[in-house]
């Protein structure tokens, strides 16, 4: 990525607010030199870890501390085997334990209940792969005592020597005192107790006293007052004391040796440790930004449109309390579309549109999530080439049209299909007309290349360019048509006027200049602003109606998921009481409080009530479930019709006018069925010769009651345990439901299922009788059911 581009697009000001939400000093670092990814792959999977990281970082399951920068200490640990002081195995052991507790919270050995083995696997997976140096971890825990040095255990040796000073410490203490009390030394004595001066035991003696007790003077205060005196009798304890310090330190020494020893055999596994968290902290540090900015994560890829709703400036948020005041811009492309041509007031938002573009982008191919609304989508742009601003330069001579023109002749080999391309008011600095022409040629350039664009222009040539040229789209920033300020709002396919007498007189110029300049568009011919004034306005309208339905939009998809909400809730409600009714009847049943014909007849209005109450509640259900159903008179033999009872289709082979029956193949298969059960079938008319046969809804013939519509259980190709059990099942839904006529589809064979399905009918209470149907309707292979 271009290095011009990110210090242009200010993306190290971003990255410097993502380092202050890093808890260390190497994560601060780490954030800091993050750059945008050439490899898509690699940013799918950075965008998957910072996506498992937000879900982290909003429960709360695990939060990072401050951990101590090891950057030196690995070099020192590749180097000679020079020891390790305790500062440097404390700043190990330190970074260990978050390590450990890191591995915990994201792959822990046992998951906690509900807590799914395949939660988080991205992160799961990046804390697996870091090794663990145990020895090391162990060895540390074994030999650093929590008040900052080694413990007594660390070595038989150091134990030894502690043990043997603490020994002699008692031992000095004692016969001190007893030596003070037999000389009656206490007048003499600054204070009552022993103390230490040049590593050896002493006593203050007031200094006008030196002379009367025979010994050493090691040294005096900064006073002069008291001096620090060895008896004779202590000379051979110290002694000995300085033998065992030696000792000590010796014992140390080995212990730090042989820890640095075992950091250096495991230190692939500690830098492995160290780099999990800083990848850690770093992704948290992106987390933070993220719910700061109120940030997504886009959809990237290379046929990814652009598309960032409710796009917004990430240093506008970062920089004001809580983003107030940031106007949010749509900032799309239609698949059809590779440039977009920004026109509008000066201080509109133009510049700013052009850098929320191309520092989304930076963001997003840096695996950070960017501050718009959900749904953003971009395509993977490996270069983005920036040219704003005034970039003109007296040690290089160059004049702000030269350098314009320098910097894009420098990029322009490397610009392809990849490649964005933001050009700011490009052209400006020489004759408008010239400078017009180049850039609708660089423009051309652009596309021809395949390349992506956006730019801010005041060219009316540009702004006419942009409405005309295929793949390329015009919008305007609006402004307050009465008031002439800028709202900020990007509109499209429109252009926008530049208005520079109104900015003018907003900053102060004299108003007689303002008139003057107004006298001399009018000369020229060139004061287009009541066109443009009133292109703003349409446009201004055209958005304030986009707006309002958007909002209208919104609250109808909430209104509908609450009564959706409240209807769920409603049937739940009801098929809990259906249930309890049916379990309350089957008990009443089963201890002979209830006789089978009244069992039935409840459990009947049960399942009548649960329709009837959800028809109710929702009656969109019952107009939904009811079919439409073929008109009789109109269908003819070899129409194509739909059978809802047996979920199947066939054709019409006969029709019984007085019956108002029809017989259809199914398959081979020919049944007479009840017209009302036909319906059209899925994909139209598929009769013979084009013929067409009109839907209606269900109407009852004059002075005829409702037939209740046949339902259909196919059991062919089932074993007879499997085959009885889904018709007990069936039996019991029936019921429910209210049915009182059932088809079980059993086929011919060897009528070994047949006898298994008439013996389980035999035994069953629901059922009050059974038959085989007619030959014109299965015959053998089918038992025709009457529930009682």
């Given amino acids: 990525m271009d290095t011009r581009s990110l210090q242009l697009l200010e993306f190290p000001k971003v990255l410097g607010y993502l380092a202050d939400f890093a808890v260390s000093v190497p994560g601060r670092r780490a954030a800091v030199a993050l750059t945008p990814l050439a490899d898509l792959e690699r940013l799918s999977e950075r965008q998957g870890l910072l996506a498992e990281c937000l879900e982290l970082h909003r429960d709360a399951v695990f939060r990072l501390s401050e951990f101590p920068s090891l950057d030196g200490l690995f070099e020192s640990l590749g180097g000679e085997s020079v020891p390790l002081d305790l500062d440097a195995l404390f700043a190990i052991q330190a970074v260990l334990i978050q390590a450990g507790q890191a591995r915990e919270a994201l792959a822990p050995r046992e998951a906690p209940r509900g807590f799914p083995e395949t939660a988080r696997p991205l992160l799961r997976q990046m804390a697996e792969a870091a090794p663990v140096p145990k020895k090391t971890m162990a060895a540390l825990a074994r030999c650093l005592a ?7 255990e660390s070595s038989p040796e150091l134990f030894s020597a502690r043990a043997e000073i603490r020994a002699i410490h008692r031992r000095c203490t004692r016969q001190v005192k007893d030596y003070v009390q037999e000389q009656g030394l206490s007048p003499f004595l600054q204070d009552d107790f022993m103390t230490i001066s040049s590593d050896r035991y002493v006593l203050p003696l007031k200094s006008n006293f030196k002379g009367r007790i025979p010994g050493i003077i090691h040294d005096y205060s900064q006073t002069g007052e008291t001096c620090y005196f060895e008896p004779f009798f202590l000379v051979e304890v110290n002694n000995r004391l300085q033998e065992l310090k030696k000792e000590e330190r010796e014992a140390e020494a080995k212990v730090l040796a042989t820890l640095t020893l075992l950091c250096r055999q495991e230190w692939e596994a500690l830098l492995a440790s160290y780099r999990l968290l800083v990848a850690l902290d770093v992704l948290f540090a992106c987390a933070a930004l993220a719910e700061a900015t109120g940030g997504v994560i886009p959809e990237v890829g290379a046929n990814e449109p652009v598309r960032l709703p409710g796009a917004r400036h990430p240093l506008l948020i970062l920089g004001r309390a809580a983003g107030a005041g940031v106007v949010p811009q749509d900032i799309v492309l239609e698949p059809q579309h590779r440039a977009l041509i920004i026109s509008g007031a000066n201080a509109g938002g133009k510049t700013v549109c052009l850098k929320t573009l191309g520092l989304l982008a930076l963001m997003a191919f840096s695996g950070l999530a960017v501050p718009a609304a959900a749904g953003c989508s971009l395509p993977f742009w490996r270069k983005i080439f920036v040219f704003l601003g005034d970039e003109q330069s007296l040690e290089d001579h160059l004049s702000t049209f030269t350098a314009q023109i320098r910097h894009v002749s420098r990029a322009w080999p490397q ?107 009018l000369l020229e011919g060139a004061d287009s602003t009541s066109i443009l004034d009133r292109l703003n306005e349409l446009a201004l309208r055209k958005q304030e109606e986009l707006d309002e339905l958007s909002v209208q939009k919104a609250e109808e998809k909430k209104k509908t998921a609450r009564i959706r909400e409240r209807f769920e809730k409603r049937l739940a409600s009801l098929l809990d009481e259906v249930r309890e009714a049916s379990r309350e009847i089957s008990r009443s049943y089963q201890e002979g409080r209830l006789g089978r014909k009244q069992a039935q007849k409840a459990l009947a209005e049960a399942g009548k009530r649960l329709i009837e109450e959800q028809a109710a509640t929702d009656p969109g259900v019952a107009d939904a479930a009811k079919p439409a159903v073929a008109d009789f008179e109109s269908l003819t033999p070899g129409d194509a019709v ?40 899925s994909g139209g008319d598929t009769r013979p010769g084009g013929g067409g046969w009109s839907v209606k809804s269900d109407p009852e013939p004059s002075g005829r009651s409702p037939v209740v519509p046949s339902f259909v259980l196919d059991l062919r190709g089932r074993r007879a345990d499997e085959a009885v059990a889904e018709l007990a099942v069936f039996l019991d839904e029936s019921v429910l439901k209210g049915r009182t006529q059932l088809e079980i589809v059993h086929g011919k064979g060897t009528g070994a299922l047949r006898r298994e399905v008439h013996d389980f009918l035999r035994a069953s209470p629901q059922v009050a009788s059974y038959c085989l149907a007619p030959a014109d309707r299965g015959g053998d292979g089918m038992t025709m059911v009457e529930l009682a």
Wanted: net charge neutral.
């Fill in 146 to 152: 929590p008040d900052g040095g080694l413990r007594d």
């Fill in 415 to 521: 610009v392809d299909g990849t490649t964005l391309v933001l050009l700011d008011e490009f052209g400006a600095g020489t004759d408008p007309a010239q400078g017009a022409a180049l850039a609708q040629a660089v423009v051309d350039g652009l596309l021809e290349k395949n390349a992506w664009l956006a730019a801010a222009t005041h060219f009316p040539a540009l702004k006419a360019y942009g409405l005309s040229k295929p793949g390329v789209r015009a919008a305007c920033m609006l402004f307050d048509p009465a008031g002439k300020k800028p709202l900020y709002r990007l509109a499209y396919d429109q252009v926008g006027a530049s208005v520079a007498l109104d900015v003018a007189r907003e900053h102060g110029l004299p108003e007689e200049i303002l008139e003057r300049a107004h006298r001399y568009l």
């Fill in 642 to 681: 739909h059978l809802q009872s047996w979920n199947k289709s066939g054709r019409v082979l006969d029709k019984d006018l007085k019956r108002r029956m029809l017989k259809v193949d199914m398959g081979g298969v020919c049944i007479w069925v009840d017209a009302r059960d036909a319906a059209a079938p």
